[in-house]
């Protein structure tokens, strides 16, 4: 294979992919404007039962477990009806749920609720995404037959596609689980998210209004889950599309190409460049999709290929921009002299692969610190986690600090003040011991402001990091007296040490050593 055909197969190959992509991102446009039409139903039909059944602005669980009346049995019953004979057009196959004669006004509600789900996931999720699956599994066909008949010449009539053949391939459990198994399963534990949702809001008496946020984490969960699986089942389908070709022209092997850039994951690394037979191609194991969201792709083996003086297109992490390498040059090799070599590149790598995580623990981080982190993007986080190891050595001290000074607010520690070792900190106590700092207010003022401060102060830690159960307090007021240790003297202070322990707090007046 010369350098033009190369280049050919490779531009060919991708034009192809991107193709099939473009067509499954433009129907799920149209699937997440359904999930959010389908939101507003639901919020709808939230507020209709609530408003419904409320007294005096609120509806307690127990009212929401009455049973409905005749009438509202019968509107139960008309609402099913509707769904199913709107799903009915599209799907023969589905069984009316059935309603019972005694029925809760909370088990309505969750009916209505699926039945909307099920109208959603039927018509727009898994009859309209399987139609599209056959558009991509023919179009990949047909476009792998033009490019080998451009590429050799005209040699043979198109064999046509079997509409049998793109159904089972839409009903095989490539990964453990088909199309609408994942799909159903997406839907049912969507219902289950609302249902928890829904019954902590009537357990707790909050309003309708309250599940909004709620909702939208849940609805904006489902519809990632979506794409992640139309593009997944969606590279699947193209995969096949491929093979068929490849088996039809009499195609004996094919290559892996993966994407020369940092994203591409570990498996399509180490499969880059790999040469197998088309009669022994098993998805995830030796052929693509590798896993959710795969971008690898293929390229057919010849016996004229030569790769010498070839190219193949590459991605600079840091600017973006492509640039060729050797056509034979695998993902290692490109690795090892494009990456590895150049810090940027790196650190760009490692923002990639960590982007999940450092996402979640930036969240927590703004979450704990507020306006006191001093980064507003997660990409200047991860600039600051990767690039300037004081300062984020600083701030992770900052973000453990709060989330103790968050606990020692909270009820989890004890702050009632023992009076046996505050008695060593007042003068005329059994248990003063002279020489020791002294407070000079009373025993119930010492709680109070306790009660007022603790949580606020400056941690206090021993060398190697770990709390000590101290913190240092400004009370704002004089409480006391701090002796010095060694000299003996004397002077008024506000601050104070607050010792903690299983049992509760004593404080010590306290002079910030200069």
Same mark, same amino acid.
């Given at each position: 294979m010369n350098e033009r055909s190369k280049k050919y197969w490779q531009k060919r190959q991708e034009q192809k992919y991107l193709a099939g992509e473009k067509k499954i991102d433009d129907y799920y446009r149209g699937l997440k404007q359904s999930f959010e039409q389908s939101k507003k139903k639901i919020q709808d039909i939230i507020n209709n039962f609530y408003w419904r059944y409320a007294e005096e602005n609120q509806l307690s669980f127990a009212s929401a477990q009455l049973k409905l009346s005749k009438t509202e049995i019968g509107d139960l019953q008309a609402f099913i009806a509707k769904a199913y004979e709107n799903m009915g057009k599209y799907n023969q196959e589905l069984n009316n749920m059935s309603i019972r004669a005694r029925v809760t006004r909370y088990e309505a509600l969750l009916k209505q609720i699926d039945a909307q789900l099920q109208q959603l996931y039927a018509i727009e999720y898994q009859f309209k995404g399987e139609e599209l699956l056959k558009e991509v599994y023919s179009d990949s066909y047909y476009q792998n037959w033009f490019n080998i008949d451009q590429y050799h010449g005209f040699h043979q009539e198109f064999a046509q596609i079997n509409a049998q053949t793109i159904n089972e391939l839409i009903s095989y459990p490539f990964d453990g689980a088909n199309f609408s198994t994942r799909l159903w399963k997406q839907k049912d534990h969507m219902l289950q998210k609302l249902n928890e949702s829904i019954t902590t809001m009537l357990i707790q008496g909050r309003n309708p209004k309250t599940l909004a946020g709620e909702m939208a984490k849940t609805f904006g969960t489902k519809e990632y889950e979506a794409y992640r699986l139309l593009h997944t089942e969606g590279s699947f389908i193209m995969g096949q599309g491929t093979l068929a070709g490849y088996r039809e022209d009499g195609v004996e092997k094919y290559r892996i190409l993966a994407t020369l850039d940092v994203k591409t994951s570990d498996i399509c690394r180490e499969q880059d460049g790999k040469v197998y037979d088309v009669d022994k191609a098993v998805v995830g194991v030796n052929y693509w999709p590798f896993h959710p969201n795969c971008r690898t792709t293929d390229v057919p083996v010849y016996e004229d290929d030569d790769l010498s003086g070839e190219t193949r297109v590459a991605r600079d992490p840091v600017t973006g921009k492509t640039y060729d390498?050797?056509?034979?040059?695998?993902?290692?090799?490109?690795?090892?002299?494009?990456?590895?070599?150049?810090?940027?590149?790196?650190?760009?790598?490692?923002?990639? =692969?960590?982007?999940?995580?450092?996402?979640?623990?930036?969240?927590?981080?703004? =979450?704990?610190?507020?306006?006191?982190?001093?980064?507003?993007?997660?990409?200047?986080?991860?600039?600051?986690?990767?690039?300037?190891?004081?300062?984020?050595?600083?701030?992770?001290?900052?973000?453990?600090?709060?989330?103790?000074?968050?606990?020692? *607010?909270?009820?989890?520690?004890? *702050?009632?003040?023992?009076?046996?070792?505050?008695?060593?900190?007042?003068?005329?106590?059994?248990?003063?011991?002279?020489?020791?700092?002294?407070?000079?207010?009373?025993?119930?003022?010492?709680?109070?402001?306790?009660?007022?401060?603790?949580?606020?102060? *400056?941690?206090?830690?021993?060398? *190697?990091?770990?709390?000590?159960?101290?913190?240092?307090?400004?009370?704002?007021?004089?409480?006391?007296?701090?002796?010095?240790?060694?000299?003996?003297?004397? =002077?008024e202070t506000s601050m104070v040490k607050i010792h903690y322990s299983k049992n509760g707090v004593h404080i010590v007046p306290y002079v910030e050593s200069r």
């Open positions: 390498v050797p056509a034979d040059m695998t993902y290692e090799q490109w690795h090892e002299k494009y990456i590895e070599s150049n810090p940027d590149a790196v650190l760009s790598e490692k923002k990639w =692969k960590n982007r999940y995580s450092d996402k979640k623990q930036y969240e927590q981080y703004q =979450k704990i610190l507020g306006n006191n982190l001093d980064v507003n993007s997660l990409d200047g986080f991860q600039n600051l986690k990767y690039n300037n190891p004081k300062k984020w050595g600083s701030l992770n001290l900052a973000y453990k600090d709060q989330k103790l000074r968050n606990r020692i *607010k909270s009820d989890e520690i004890p *702050k009632e003040v023992i009076i046996g070792k505050q008695g060593k900190h007042i003068i005329g106590h059994n248990n003063y011991i002279s020489g020791r700092s002294y407070v000079t207010i009373s025993e119930n003022e010492i709680q109070e402001l306790v009660n007022q401060y603790a949580g606020t102060g *400056k941690i206090q830690r021993d060398s *190697k990091g770990n709390w000590i159960n101290q913190e240092i307090v400004d009370f704002k007021k004089t409480v006391g007296v701090s002796v010095d240790n060694i000299t003996s003297h004397e =002077k």
